[in-house]
């Protein structure tokens, strides 16, 4: 069946992207029609990337194009297999979405940025990232995934004035070339094991790679895709990066762009490294653990709403590396039907973090859009002014905090499933980690739902706080489609995730040579079940329709069942105090002091307290609070890091004095020295 | 279908009956113990069936989740009763959802109730809020762990198969790594369901409240059906721990003498269990919020050793 016209649609998507990045660069004097073309040609692009998917993922069989380029090793070669196919999915779903937003917030950009370049380096970042999920040669990747970075980084500099743009710019730029340093000496270590730079002959030279090389390989690979995808230790640029781009950027790059790294991850680990030791998976697992752990708990610290949402993209990769990781020790123990259950559990985590994020980022840009400011102490009350965007963000934090019945909660359920399984089949000391694993999940999840509670209820409930939210408007309606649209995709996802799965049927055989989504599906297709036996089942549509089944009649009941069911307003008791003002409301900060100081081995606090005295010490004139939390990996790990490139770059002054007869000496020393190597030979 | 729909009504009427029943004897017990009197065992009915015959007030800052979550509250729990095995071993919605979906859809209730906490815009609200995410936050790995053993020695997260697990080797909860578990889950049942000395569901002190100072702002039907949540919760988890563990007199099947039968020995284990509730209530105090932790790490101590000694005997 090789008849779907997969690669004419796929190349169609990429000619709509191109189009969009010049036609919005060369009408940048016509701010409307860039608005435009930019959206209007990025929604064309999304459709055609999505069929493209759709018709990628039903044909079942890869789809394999080269053009070669006449340099050595270098190709245009592109692979349209499943993988591709599910991040190409998730990436037009997201790109819908953000790109029917943007027609109305771009508005507010006319006539004081330059919407040209805007639409250049979106479309750019678009076009890369598409070439990146589809690229099967390692050079035409690495220079995808170049040009991912660079957009990006022009993305994220777009308010360039804002010193803390800048800052976070040049942060984002150095961790993103050790990133792709990383990468270049890993793909130049297969390179050289195999001849070739095609990711098939990868797959193929696996078998006979040494396993130093393997280990090596893994080390390096590992290292570049989880500086990008913001592991911790490695995520300190994601939480400074991701809030100052425009918020429709911030969807994207929380939402996708972070996911190219577990994208590569699921690529080369399972692919192109042969089958990896069991050690690789253990790292890969704890490092998921600690990530989601410490990103959850740094999140709560947050009262900016968008930094917030940043550390929960470190917690969800947390998340779906555990859910890798397990897969990866489940493929060497020989358990390849765990390890496909792993492995969908990953993968199904990464398109749900992937819409929920976007979905939220989005809501807070709504919120920054009508407000202006990302402060959560200054918000509060918002749900009456913007009754819809409080509505799709409560979706987003509903799903994202893993609770039934949606797309969350069907992802985690399955990653416990496989750490569960993952006590009976290992032994060791592995097989310990996995329930503590699971344990720490569980912990995340909680802390998570903490942390939403707050963001929502501070941001959108109770009363106001500070001025800006009185004269808030609702988003304009462009806007309320893209939230709508990722609102209705988490609910499919979640009570349609029966589905949905079989889509991950063709990933996991080219992946792991094994098909396990019919065995996922028992009872008329309702229902979830690990495919062991005596695993458990869970079905989120019966639970939907059975909390629906529930909620109506008692709410019929209640309402009019009752005797007397009389509704009166009244004011909110205040202590006795003359009227409830903002002052009485819990703040975020006070919201998470709690975790504070049961944490506080990990945040070591620091606070400060200044009150100014009139007459009565009972009765102060004004306080002055000041409160902190230190950033352990900021001020331990980087700051000596930044010290010692600094002490020897200083030294490195020495040689270069800047005078060109040294220069001139230099190179003829090189010179020397190359010719009698080479001589020697 | 009809069978599954015939078994959801007859247990959710014996949830909605029971659960009240529970909250009455654990009260009255624990006024005989403090040689006082007590309302009497039918006193949560009567203020179930006076609470929704009133009017309500409903503050001027609350926007629609306030009024929502009554129903969520009400409706997660009912929901997850029904997947929870009470006097057969069968639930009626055991397919649809095991102890992982029992955990989270508690968890459900739980956000929605603090959302509403914050939602009126006083102080209390929020502080019943902030607390009661913080202490389930810590709770839950605890919690998870000893499930996880029950989990693994039942083979299964669903649990009517723990149930049949356990009826199949009933001296099973004799094992090291089921004491462990057990004791690490009832340390987790006290702090979940806000008895002394996590919380205590008897005061109205802002220093202390935890559960009651979400509600402050509830009165009339919203407080009742809050209320009957929060007992049918705590139901839910009382009868977690007495049938996974001591899987005594469980029917095996839907025939009415084995219902009876398991009817009787469940609310003789519910009441041996409400026992033990209200002697670690009588005989502690409740402890500063800050030594919580401690008492939760104890918790998941227990039930990291119960995973371990599951593999080492």
Same mark, same amino acid.
């Given at each position: 069946?090789?008849?779907?016209?997969?690669?004419?649609?796929?190349? =169609?998507?990429?000619?709509?992207?191109?189009?969009? /990045? &010049?036609?919005? @660069?060369?009408? $940048?004097?016509?701010? *409307? +029609? #860039?608005?435009?073309?930019?959206?209007?040609?990025?929604?064309?692009?999304?459709?055609?990337?999505?069929?493209?998917?759709?018709?990628?993922?039903?044909?079942?069989?890869?789809?394999?194009?080269?053009?070669?380029?006449?340099?050595?090793?270098?190709?245009?070669?592109?692979?349209?297999?499943?993988?591709?196919?599910?991040?190409?999915?998730?990436?037009?779903?997201?790109?819908?979405?953000?790109?029917?937003?943007?027609?109305?917030?771009?508005?507010?950009?006319?006539?004081?940025?330059?919407?040209?370049?805007?639409?250049?380096?979106?479309?750019?970042?678009?076009?890369? =990232?598409?070439?990146?999920?589809?690229?099967?040669? /390692? &050079?035409?990747? @690495?220079?995808? $995934?170049?040009?991912? *970075? +660079? #957009?990006?980084?022009?993305?994220?500099?777009?308010?360039?004035?804002?010193?803390?743009?800048?800052?976070?710019?040049?942060?984002?730029?150095?961790?993103?070339?050790?990133?792709?340093?990383?990468?270049?000496?890993?793909?130049?270590?297969?390179?050289?094991?195999?001849?070739?730079?095609?990711?098939?002959?990868?797959?193929?030279?696996?078998?006979?790679?040494?396993?130093?090389?393997?280990?090596?390989?893994?080390?390096?690979?590992?290292?570049?895709?989880?500086?990008?995808?913001?592991?911790?230790?490695?995520?300190?640029?994601?939480?400074?990066?991701?809030?100052?781009?425009?918020?429709?950027?911030?969807?994207?790059?929380?939402?996708?762009?972070?996911?190219?790294?577990?994208?590569?991850? *699921?690529?080369?680990?399972?692919?192109?490294?042969?089958?990896?030791?069991?050690?690789?998976?253990?790292?890969?697992?704890?490092?998921?653990?600690?990530?989601?752990?410490?990103?959850?708990?740094?999140?709560?610290?947050?009262?900016?709403?968008?930094?917030?949402?940043?550390?929960?993209?470190?917690?969800?990769?947390?998340?779906?590396?555990?859910?890798?990781?397990?897969?990866?020790?489940?493929?060497?123990?020989?358990?390849?039907?765990?390890?496909?259950?792993?492995?969908?559990?990953?993968?199904?985590?990464?398109?749900?973090?992937?819409?929920?994020?976007?979905?939220?980022?989005?809501?807070?840009?709504?919120?920054?859009?009508?407000?202006?400011?990302?402060?959560?102490?200054?918000?509060?009350?918002?749900?009456?002014?913007?009754?819809?965007?409080?509505?799709?963000?409560?979706?987003?934090?509903?799903?994202?905090?893993?609770?039934?019945?949606?797309?969350?909660?069907?992802?985690?359920?399955?990653?416990?499933?496989?750490?569960?399984?993952?006590?009976?089949?290992?032994?060791?000391?592995?097989?310990?980690?996995?329930?503590?694993?699971?344990?720490?999940?569980?912990?995340?999840?909680?802390?998570?739902?903490?942390?939403?509670?707050?963001?929502?209820?501070?941001?959108?409930?109770?009363?106001?706080?500070?001025?800006?939210?009185?004269?808030?408007?609702?988003?304009?309606?462009?806007?309320?489609?893209?939230?709508?649209?990722?609102?209705?995709?988490?609910?499919?996802?979640?009570?349609?995730?029966?589905?949905?799965?079989?889509?991950?049927?063709?990933?996991?055989?080219?992946?792991?040579?094994?098909?396990?989504?019919?065995?996922?599906?028992?009872?008329?297709?309702?229902?979830?079940?690990?495919?062991?036996?005596?695993?458990?089942?869970?079905?989120?549509?019966?639970?939907?329709?059975?909390?629906?089944?529930?909620?109506?009649?008692?709410?019929?009941?209640?309402?009019?069942?009752?005797?007397?069911?009389?509704?009166?307003?009244?004011?909110?008791?205040?202590?006795?105090?003359?009227?409830?003002?903002?002052?009485?409301?819990?703040?975020?900060?006070?919201?998470?002091?709690?975790?504070?100081?049961?944490?506080?081995?990990?945040?070591?606090?620091?606070?400060?307290?200044?009150?100014?005295?009139?007459?009565?010490?009972?009765?102060?004139?004004?306080?002055?609070?000041?409160?902190?939390?230190?950033?352990?990996?900021?001020?331990?790990?980087?700051?000596?890091?930044?010290?010692?490139?600094?002490?020897?770059?200083?030294?490195?002054?020495?040689?270069?004095?800047?005078?060109?007869?040294?220069?001139?000496?230099?190179?003829?020393?090189?010179?020397?020295?190359?010719?009698?190597?080479?001589?020697?030979? | 279908?009809?069978?599954?729909?015939?078994?959801?009504?007859?247990?959710?009427?014996?949830?909605?009956?029971?659960?009240?029943?529970?909250?009455?004897?654990?009260?009255?017990?624990?006024?005989?113990?403090?040689?006082?009197?007590?309302?009497?065992?039918?006193?949560?009915?009567?203020?179930?069936?006076?609470?929704?015959?009133?009017?309500?007030?409903?503050?001027?800052?609350?926007?629609?989740?306030?009024?929502?979550?009554?129903?969520?509250?009400?409706?997660?729990?009912?929901?997850?009763?029904?997947?929870?095995?009470?006097?057969?071993?069968?639930?009626?919605?055991?397919?649809?959802?095991?102890?992982?979906?029992?955990?989270?859809?508690?968890?459900?209730?739980?956000?929605?109730?603090?959302?509403?906490?914050?939602?009126?815009?006083?102080?209390?609200?929020?502080?019943?809020?902030?607390?009661?995410?913080?202490?389930?936050?810590?709770?839950?790995?605890?919690?998870?762990?000893?499930?996880?053993?029950?989990?693994?020695?039942?083979?299964?997260?669903?649990?009517?198969?723990?149930?049949?697990?356990?009826?199949?080797?009933?001296?099973?909860?004799?094992?090291?790594?089921?004491?462990?578990?057990?004791?690490?889950?009832?340390?987790?049942?006290?702090?979940?369901?806000?008895?002394?000395?996590?919380?205590?569901?008897?005061?109205?002190?802002?220093?202390?409240?935890?559960?009651?100072?979400?509600?402050?702002?509830?009165?009339?039907?919203?407080?009742?059906?809050?209320?009957?949540?929060?007992?049918?919760?705590?139901?839910?988890?009382?009868?977690?721990?007495?049938?996974?563990?001591?899987?005594?007199?469980?029917?095996?099947?839907?025939?009415?003498?084995?219902?009876?039968?398991?009817?009787?020995?469940?609310?003789?284990?519910?009441?041996?269990?409400?026992?033990?509730?209200?002697?670690?209530?009588?005989?502690?105090?409740?402890?500063?919020?800050?030594?919580?932790?401690?008492?939760?790490?104890?918790?998941?101590?227990?039930?990291?050793?119960?995973?371990?000694?599951?593999?080492?005997?």
């Amino acid at each position: 069946m090789n008849s779907l016209p997969v690669g004419e649609t796929f190349a =169609l998507g990429l000619l709509a992207y191109t189009v969009g /990045a &010049f036609a919005s @660069l060369a009408s $940048w004097r016509r701010p *409307a +029609l #860039a608005r435009h073309l930019c959206c209007g040609s990025a929604v064309a692009g999304a459709v055609l990337e999505g069929c493209a998917a759709i018709l990628g993922l039903l044909q079942g069989t890869p789809v394999r194009w080269s053009i070669s380029s006449g340099v050595p090793l270098f190709a245009y070669s592109f692979s349209y297999d499943a993988l591709a196919g599910f991040l190409n999915l998730t990436l037009a779903i997201l790109v819908a979405a953000v790109a029917i937003y943007s027609f109305s917030y771009l508005k507010e950009f006319e006539g004081r940025r330059n919407i040209g370049i805007f639409g250049l380096l979106f479309h750019l970042l678009l076009l890369s =990232l598409t070439i990146v999920f589809t690229s099967a040669n /390692a &050079f035409l990747f @690495l220079i995808a $995934w170049e040009v991912m *970075a +660079l #957009a990006a980084y022009g993305l994220v500099t777009f308010y360039h004035e804002d010193p803390e743009a800048r800052r976070a710019g040049l942060l984002y730029i150095i961790m993103a070339h050790m990133d792709v340093g990383c990468l270049l000496l890993g793909f130049a270590l297969l390179t050289q094991a195999s001849g070739s730079a095609e990711f098939a002959s990868f797959h193929l030279a696996a078998a006979g790679l040494s396993s130093s090389h393997q280990a090596a390989a893994f080390v390096l690979f590992f290292l570049g895709f989880s500086i990008k995808a913001g592991v911790i230790p490695f995520h300190i640029w994601l939480p400074a990066a991701h809030p100052v781009a425009p918020s429709n950027i911030s969807s994207l790059l929380s939402g996708i762009v972070i996911k190219t790294g577990i994208y590569g991850m *699921a690529r080369i680990f399972f692919d192109a490294l042969g089958v990896l030791p069991a050690w690789a998976g253990v790292t890969v697992l704890i490092l998921g653990v600690v990530s989601a752990v410490l990103g959850v708990l740094y999140a709560l610290m947050e009262h900016d709403l968008k930094r917030l949402l940043a550390y929960h993209s470190i917690e969800n990769i947390g998340i779906i590396l555990m859910g890798l990781g397990s897969a990866l020790i489940f493929r060497v123990t020989g358990h390849p039907q765990l390890a496909a259950v792993a492995l969908i559990a990953a993968m199904f985590h990464t398109i749900n973090h992937a819409i929920f994020k976007c979905l939220l980022f989005l809501g807070a840009g709504s919120v920054l859009h009508s407000t202006g400011t990302r402060n959560m102490e200054k918000l509060g009350g918002l749900i009456r002014p913007m009754p819809v965007t409080a509505f799709c963000f409560l979706i987003g934090a509903v799903a994202i905090s893993g609770l039934p019945p949606l797309n969350g909660f069907v992802s985690e359920w399955l990653t416990y499933q496989s750490l569960l399984a993952g006590f009976g089949a290992t032994g060791g000391l592995t097989r310990i980690l996995f329930p503590i694993a699971g344990s720490m999940l569980a912990l995340t999840g909680a802390l998570a739902a903490a942390c939403f509670v707050k963001a929502f209820a501070i941001t959108f409930l109770a009363l106001p706080r500070g001025a800006e939210s009185s004269r808030v408007h609702e988003a304009p309606r462009s806007m309320l489609v893209g939230m709508g649209w990722l609102t209705l995709a988490c609910a499919f996802l979640g009570l349609g995730a029966t589905w949905f799965l079989p889509v991950f049927d063709a990933m996991t055989e080219q992946l792991l040579g094994m098909r396990v989504g019919a065995s996922l599906i028992t009872s008329n297709g309702l229902v979830l079940s690990v495919g062991t036996p005596h695993g458990g089942t869970v079905s989120t549509a019966i639970i939907g329709i059975g909390l629906l089944i529930l909620l109506v009649p008692t709410a019929f009941l209640v309402s009019r069942g009752a005797r007397r069911f009389v509704r009166t307003r009244g004011p909110t008791w205040d202590c006795g105090l003359p009227g409830l003002s903002d002052d009485n409301e819990y703040t975020a900060t006070a919201f998470s002091k709690a975790l504070r100081m049961i944490f506080s081995a990990l945040y070591q606090p620091r606070r400060e307290i200044q009150a100014v005295f009139d007459v009565s010490p009972y009765y102060p004139k004004e306080i002055h609070f000041e409160s902190e939390i230190e950033p352990t990996f900021e001020k331990r790990l980087y700051a000596p890091l930044q010290d010692l490139i600094l002490w020897f770059s200083t030294r490195m002054r020495a040689v270069q004095a800047g005078s060109v007869h040294a220069y001139l000496a230099y190179i003829f020393i090189t010179l020397v020295v190359l010719l009698i190597l080479v001589s020697r030979q | 279908m009809i069978e599954v729909l015939v078994k959801s009504v007859i247990q959710l009427i014996l949830l909605l009956l029971v659960a009240p029943l529970v909250t009455g004897i654990i009260r009255t017990l624990k006024a005989r113990l403090q040689t006082r009197r007590g309302p009497g065992i039918g006193q949560p009915y009567r203020d179930l069936f006076k609470l929704l015959r009133k009017g309500m007030v409903i503050p001027n800052t609350a926007s629609w989740i306030f009024s929502a979550t009554p129903y969520i509250v009400f409706g997660t729990a009912a929901l997850v009763g029904l997947m929870i095995p009470m006097t057969a071993t069968d639930a009626p919605l055991s397919l649809f959802g095991g102890v992982l979906a029992v955990v989270y859809l508690l968890a459900l209730g739980r956000f929605f109730l603090a959302l509403g906490g914050l939602d009126t815009g006083s102080s209390f609200g929020g502080l019943g809020s902030s607390r009661e995410m913080t202490i389930s936050a810590i709770a839950e790995p605890a919690m998870m762990l000893a499930i996880f053993t029950v989990a693994l020695s039942a083979n299964s997260t669903n649990l009517s198969e723990m149930a049949r697990s356990a009826v199949s080797q009933s001296w099973r909860f004799l094992a090291p790594s089921q004491i462990l578990a057990f004791s690490g889950l009832f340390i987790v049942l006290i702090a979940e369901t806000g008895r002394i000395p996590v919380d205590n569901p008897a005061t109205h002190l802002e220093l202390t409240m935890i559960h009651e100072a979400m509600l402050l702002e509830y009165s009339g039907p919203y407080l009742a059906l809050i209320e009957w949540g929060a007992s049918i919760k705590q139901l839910v988890l009382m009868t977690l721990l007495v049938n996974t563990f001591f899987p005594f007199g469980l029917s095996s099947s839907w025939m009415v003498s084995g219902l009876s039968l398991g009817l009787v020995f469940y609310l003789l284990k519910l009441l041996l269990l409400a026992c033990c509730i209200v002697l670690v209530e009588t005989t502690n105090a409740k402890l500063r919020l800050f030594r919580v932790p401690e008492l939760l790490a104890v918790a998941f101590i227990l039930g990291a050793l119960a995973l371990i000694s599951t593999f080492l005997f």
